[in-house]
């Protein structure tokens, strides 16, 4: 008789400084204007809520959400590129906002690029709407980018 290991779901773990490397990886390697090391120690010395996204095979992706009374605000989620297409964002979209409304937030807000599709497609199939536009919001390799502003009730 030989013993069949179930794999674990994938699940939030807090996000320390000690998991930078990995986390900095896998943001050069699907963002042309990556997040900064110091962009993601800030929003750890700061207290947001930084999640890594983990399976038994290792680290899928991680969110950074700050949480302002009760709204949060989704600053960053990202998913490893050779796990995109497997349902991972909206799980870790899910899970996030479980944690935020655990936390008494009401509503979740975000923003997104108008030229990011599948992120669009993501918060779109998640309930998200469009309440804003941001100007000139995010570089771009020709100037600047809006972001379209998203919210949904929790």
């Given at each position: 008789?030989?013993?069949?290991?179930?794999?674990?779901?994938?699940?939030?773990?807090?996000?320390?400084?000690?998991?930078?490397?990995?986390?900095?990886s896998?943001?050069?390697?699907?963002?042309?204007?990556?997040?900064?090391?110091?962009?993601?120690?800030?929003?750890?010395?700061?207290?947001?809520?930084?999640?890594?996204?983990?399976?038994?095979?290792?680290?899928?992706?991680?969110?950074?959400?700050?949480?302002?009374?009760?709204?949060?605000?989704?600053?960053?989620?990202?998913?490893?590129?050779?796990?995109?297409?497997?349902?991972?964002?909206?799980?870790?979209?899910?899970?996030?906002?479980?944690?935020?409304?655990?936390?008494?937030?009401?509503?979740?807000?975000?923003?997104?690029?108008p030229?990011?599709?599948?992120?669009?497609?993501?918060?779109?199939?998640?309930?998200?709407?469009?309440?804003?536009?941001?100007?000139?919001?995010?570089?771009?390799?020709?100037?600047?980018?809006?972001?379209?502003?998203?919210?949904?009730?929790?």
């Amino acid at each position: 008789m030989s013993a069949v290991l179930k794999a674990t779901a994938p699940r939030l773990v807090p996000m320390g400084t000690a998991d930078l490397d990995q986390v900095i990886s896998i943001e050069n390697e699907i963002y042309e204007f990556p997040w900064t090391r110091g962009n993601f120690d800030d929003s750890i010395t700061c207290g947001y809520s930084c999640w890594l996204y983990l399976d038994d095979a290792g680290l899928i992706g991680y969110c950074v959400v700050m949480l302002a009374v009760d709204e949060a605000h989704l600053l960053n989620l990202s998913i490893a590129r050779n796990r995109h297409g497997q349902g991972h964002g909206r799980a870790l979209l899910e899970q996030a906002m479980d944690s935020m409304r655990g936390h008494g937030a009401h509503a979740m807000l975000l923003e997104v690029r108008p030229s990011n599709a599948v992120g669009r497609h993501l918060y779109q199939r998640a309930g998200f709407t469009q309440v804003g536009t941001r100007k000139g919001y995010y570089p771009a390799l020709r100037g600047r980018e809006d972001a379209l502003v998203l919210r949904r009730a929790l």
